[in-house]
């Protein structure tokens, strides 16, 4: 026992406070060997890695040199600043708010004066709201019973309706970017999944679709504050959208590599296959087909499952608001990174890259007999 404490006393003095520089020189340099070791290792399990290899096999039998790889766009979800909205306020005095008790509002207007109502969180606020309009829309509608006995109720509560409509769409606005739901989905902090991954997706896939529903039919629901809750624990959106953009940029460098093979002059010739072309047919079966388009296949189950619901919110909100409320940003975002059917958006490049990169393959190999021929 005395022995190992001996033994850890000096290899301490070694490291620390040692007059011989060697012990601790070499600790350092060890140290930094590891995390350069640990640091090769995890970039050589990133989805970009995965897609450099693949292209430098084919570049070497090719022997050409591929284009330089261009700095990805930051898919920027727009700042805080563009996304609020200020929901205007609607002032009554006492007298004229408890003439509301005919309505059953009393009890949903002292919430809101309240001190917790005055600080509501978008969701709460969401749900306050929605409850406000349950009770005010039938008593607007029966207004005429009141109209020859107070006038001036009617019109306070013709008042409190257009108010109340007016907001509804700022309301359901901020319901979903004001809060931090969205901004977690859609922050840079995450990056593109890594090749092997396979990140449980469909209860955030659930959620979506439940809060998609809440935008075409925003009445009370128990259930809201569950489902943001799904979406701020369990980020992934953006690293879906970046491992998308990784793939369309990574398959278009592959795909415009072997064009320009192929325009410079046949890969085979009389239809007949070369060692080179066999080479070529290796790495397409082992570093694609088997490494990377799996990877390309979850990706593509995950978009069709999360963006339909996902543009569904943003056009139910952002297309309900009034011009003068428009948040182009938001927009802007949408159509760029989010949309399935703009042609410029990230999905249909995700798309022609895909087309492009089996086009150009089916080509060569049919050029070199190598297409699998049908049974």
Not at 269 to 287: D, F
Not at 308 to 315: L, Y
Not at 316 to 330: F, G, I, S, V
Request: glycine share 2%; aromatic share 8%.
């Amino acid at each position: 026992m005395n022995i190992n404490l001996s033994a850890q006393t000096r290899l301490r003095s070694s490291l620390q406070g040692s007059s011989n520089p060697f012990p601790r020189f070499l600790s350092i340099t060890l140290l930094v060997l590891f995390v350069m070791l640990i640091s090769g290792c995890q970039q050589e399990n990133t989805l970009s890695y995965r897609y450099q290899d693949y292209l430098d096999r084919v570049s070497n039998i090719l022997d050409l040199e591929p284009e330089e790889a261009a700095s990805l766009p930051a898919i920027a979800y727009p700042d805080r600043r563009s996304r609020l909205i200020e929901i205007p306020s609607f002032e009554q005095g006492l007298v004229e708010v408890w003439d509301f008790q005919r309505c059953g509002l009393m009890s949903l207007i002292n919430q809101k004066n309240s001190n917790l109502g005055k600080v509501m969180m978008p969701s709460q606020r969401f749900i306050y709201e929605q409850a406000f309009w349950q009770k005010l829309e039938p008593c607007y509608q029966k207004r005429e019973q009141w109209l020859a006995e107070d006038s001036d109720f009617i019109q306070r509560l013709e008042d409190a309706y257009r108010h109340k409509q007016q907001i509804r769409p700022l309301v359901s606005h901020q319901l979903f970017f004001a809060g931090d739901e969205l901004t977690n989905q859609l922050s840079q902090s995450q990056q593109a999944f890594l090749p092997d991954a396979r990140p449980e997706y469909q209860s955030v896939a659930a959620a979506l679709k439940q809060l998609a529903e809440v935008t075409d039919n925003p009445q009370p629901n128990n259930t809201l504050e569950q489902q943001l809750q799904v979406l701020n624990s369990q980020p992934i959106l953006h690293s879906l959208l970046k491992s998308l953009q990784v793939s369309t940029h990574s398959l278009n460098r592959v795909s415009l590599l072997l064009e320009t093979k192929l325009a410079q002059r046949p890969v085979c010739l009389n239809g007949g296959s070369t060692p080179r072309s066999k080479n070529l047919y290796n790495v397409l079966h082992k570093y694609y087909l088997q490494g990377i388009q799996p990877v390309i296949a979850h990706h593509s189950r995950m978009a069709n499952q999360l963006l339909p619901s996902v543009n569904q919110i943003f056009d139910a909100t952002l297309n309900n608001l009034p011009k003068e409320y428009a948040t182009p940003e938001l927009k802007s975002y949408q159509n760029r990174w989010l949309s399935m059917d703009k042609p410029e958006a990230l999905w249909q490049s995700f798309q022609q890259a895909n087309q492009r990169h089996t086009a150009v393959w089916n080509r060569l190999l049919r050029q070199c007999g190598l297409f699998p021929q049908r049974g």
